[in-house]
């Protein structure tokens, strides 16, 4: 006859691999297609995401836009897997009008503001209002900005409110698919533009500021449920969680991001 504790031993071997087993059955792999704005935040959160969930997410990085490689749109119509996209809130609303992402899972996450950067330990301009930032604009040698939303209005709208689009067509230049601090970091623009989100992370750049407000333009992040999605509920989860945890907020907070309360309209 088997010794009772051996009995025990054996009952809790069988009880470990079921729920090895069963807990591997539930657990999901969550593919998530993110830009930049939120990539910093997203990144540092998920760590904690997996652990409360046991949940795997595997991440694609590109622009929210674009016809590099890397843009999401891209990575879409080459029929890369994707489960959460995570991106600038009007490229997302495309997105949704192609049939790419549902509808009424769309939730607007973070606001965006654009700021500036130097090279660190280089002069910092004066940027505190329209006037200032079009001096400094038209001292810089060299200025950056990025293909995405940001670099999209300083382009297209900002340098014409300035009322210096034509000076700035031959020193400044759109950056593709690099983060626009790296660029600044290295010494190939004076200047960089880019949302503040994105330029935190960069070593070897100061911020000097956010635009004042006469120039400023907010993006929204947002995030949905590709149609093709293989684990949307583990998705819905993931979004819940950047919606709703107080680490989330916390993080995004720190990030530079200003976070939207769930169920608010943008």
């Known amino acids: 006859m088997r010794p009772r504790s051996a009995e025990f031993r054996s009952l809790f071997a069988g009880l470990a691999v079921l729920l090895l087993f069963t807990g591997a059955a539930t ?37 929210s836009m674009g016809t590099t490689i890397n843009a999401i749109p891209v990575r879409l119509e080459r029929g ?17 009008k192609k049939g790419k992402v549902i509808e009424a899972s769309r939730v607007d996450l973070v606001k965006s503001p654009i700021g500036i950067a130097v090279k660190a330990g280089a002069s910092k301009p004066d940027i505190s209002s329209a006037d200032a930032v079009k001096r400094a604009l038209l001292a810089a040698k060299s200025v950056a ?82 149609t093709g999605a293989k684990e949307p509920e583990a998705g819905k989860a993931l979004i819940k969680f950047l919606t709703t945890s107080p680490v989330a907020k916390e993080e995004i907070v720190e990030s530079g991001l200003d976070p939207i309360p769930t169920g608010t309209t943008n």
């Open 145 to 226: 900005y990025s293909d995405s939303a940001s670099g999209v209005y300083i382009s297209t709208e900002m340098f014409g409110k300035l009322g210096i689009a034509d000076q700035m067509k031959d020193k400044a230049r759109m950056i593709p698919a690099t983060p626009v601090g790296e660029i600044v970091a290295k010494g190939e623009a004076e200047l960089g533009f880019q949302q503040i989100s994105e330029l935190k992370p960069v070593k070897g750049i100061d911020i000097v500021g956010p635009l004042p407000a006469e120039l400023q333009k907010i993006t929204v992040f947002s995030a949905g449920i590709a």
């Open 80 to 96: 890369e897997p994707a489960d959460v996209l995570i991106m600038v809130g009007y490229a997302l609303g495309d997105l949704i």
């Open 27 to 63: 657990a999901a792999e969550v593919r998530v297609m993110i830009s930049g704005g939120l990539t910093a935040a997203f990144n540092a959160l998920v760590p904690e995401f997996e652990r409360q969930t046991g949940n795997k997410v595997l991440v694609a990085y590109g622009p």
